[in-house]
């Protein structure tokens, strides 16, 4: 069974850091393009980051750049997302994607919650 299971979330006040996981099972992060998305109250599903190793690219949406950082520890089949210098506006659920491009994502976690109070 393919499946993601995101942690890691959290409560922290504005300037503090998270370091969200997710862990894959049912295949592995090499084949696949890996990211991660976002959704706030009210607002759409939009991309944060994502990662792609087939041809070594790495893609930040504008308001993260500079504060977070994805990376993946292929041993363990798990992808991070460190993010420093929270704001209010990160708070959103935090969903890590897989597929088999930057532009195809077709397999998801359940999500977890980073709530940033300022």
């Known amino acids: 069974e393919v499946q993601l299971v995101e942690s890691g979330g959290g409560l922290v006040q504005a300037g503090g850091s998270l370091r969200l996981s997710c862990a894959a099972s049912?295949?592995?992060?090499?084949?696949?393009?890996i990211g991660w998305f976002r959704q706030a109250p009210g607002k759409e599903r939009e991309g944060v980051s994502c990662?792609?190793?087939?041809?070594?690219?790495?893609y930040y949406t504008d308001s993260v750049k500079g504060r977070f950082t994805i990376s993946s520890d292929n041993a363990k089949n798990t992808v991070f997302l460190q993010m420093n210098s929270l704001k209010p506006d990160d708070t959103a659920v935090y969903y890590c994607?897989?597929?088999?491009?930057?532009?195809?994502?077709?397999?998801w976690g359940q999500g977890t919650q980073v709530t940033v109070s300022s």
């Open positions: 990662t792609s190793s087939s041809d070594s690219t790495t």
């Open positions: 049912g295949f592995t992060f090499d084949d696949y393009a």
């Open positions: 994607t897989a597929g088999p491009s930057l532009h195809v994502w077709d397999t």
